[in-house]
Structures are given as structure tokens and as C-alpha cells.
């Protein structure tokens, strides 16, 4: 995006841009996601369009950035402490409403899953996802002192999205192997961290 617009004439187009991106994504594969269909579907001239947004890979970027902050939103709503739980059960918590949250969300699953290409998730959005998920650990059971827990938990973050993108594109959906294999991977990254002495 070419920078935050200062009229909220302008703000609206945008949104008008995106949900006409996201309704596209609802039915289509991210190569549909042109500025002319875009714009056509906004009902915008493609040249309004290109005020705001260069190339179509600008127009997934704001798309993943709203796909990230609704996962968020997801993870803050249904993440419930749970002090008997461990450091297994927690990241299980959090991939199970990850993975609903994509399943609910298609869109969301063939831009930032089922992408091959570009663009990637930003790391600076990941860290609204893994802070979520470290203040759930650390909610339910506490960590011990640990160098740098922000980075640790967007390596987490990193792995939980890395392994459900290889979950989705083997199988085309998303399934109990991906939630076990991210559960497991991200359970050992932890445990690693905290065995290793500041």
C-alpha cells in the first residue's frame, strides 16, 4: 500500500479495494487477484485502484495484514488459561484455533498457506501472533527466565505456519497430521529453549 490515507474518502476505497480482493479469494485462486478484477468487482476505476495499491501484491499484503490481525483476534478471544495444562497442551490450544480460524477463512488459507510465492507473512505481523500465544504459556503455566521470549515464541509462530502450509498443499485441506506435527515441533523448539542456559 502506498501509505495511510489522511481522507476517509480514501480509507473507504481501500476497504472497498480489499473486500472486493477477499470476496474474490472467497471463490477464486489467488492468481485471479488482478487489478482489473479488483477494481471491477469495487467498482472503481482501475486508475482509483492504483492510487493506493501498485500491484496486486500490494493489494495480498493488506489482505494478509487483516487475515493476520483476525487470527489474532481469534487467538485473544478463545484462548482460556488453563493451569493444569503443560507446554504441549498450550500450543495445542493455540494451533487448534489457528487452524479454525483458517478453516473458516479460505481466504485467508490460499493467501498465506497455499502461497508459493509472494508475498510472505511480514515477521512484524507474526509477533502480533506469537505474543498472543506467549502470554497464554505464560498465563497457564509461567516460563522460566529465558533470553529473548519474544524471539523464541515468532520462531513458534514460524513453525506453527511453516508446518500448516505444508499440511494444507500435501493434502489441499488441513488436517489432525498438521495439528499433531506443529503441536510436536513447537513443544520440542520450547523445551529446547528453556533446557539451554541463558
Known sequence: MLGKPKQQRSQDR??????AAESILEHESTDALTIAKISEMAGLKR???????ETPDDIKLGLIQIYIK???QALIANLQINSNADYAACLKDSV??????????PGAQKLILENNVTPPVLSSELHKIADSILKH???????????NKPGVFLVITQIIFSILS???KENAELTDVGLNEA???TNAYLLSCIATPA
Do not use: H, W
Not at 47 to 53: D, P
Not at 96 to 105: G, L, S, V, Y
Not at 137 to 147: A, K, Q, T
Open 14 to 19: 481501500i476497504n472497498k479495494i480489499l473486500q
Open 96 to 105: 487448534d484455533i489457528i487452524i479454525e480460524f483458517f478453516k473458516a477463512n
Open 183 to 185: 503441536v510436536r515441533a
Open 70 to 72: 483476525k487470527c489474532n
Open 47 to 53: 486508475t482509483s485502484t492504483y492510487k493506493f495499491f
Open 166 to 168: 505444508l499440511n494444507t
Open 137 to 147: 504459556v505464560e498465563g497457564s503455566i509461567g516460563l522460566p527466565n529465558m533470553f
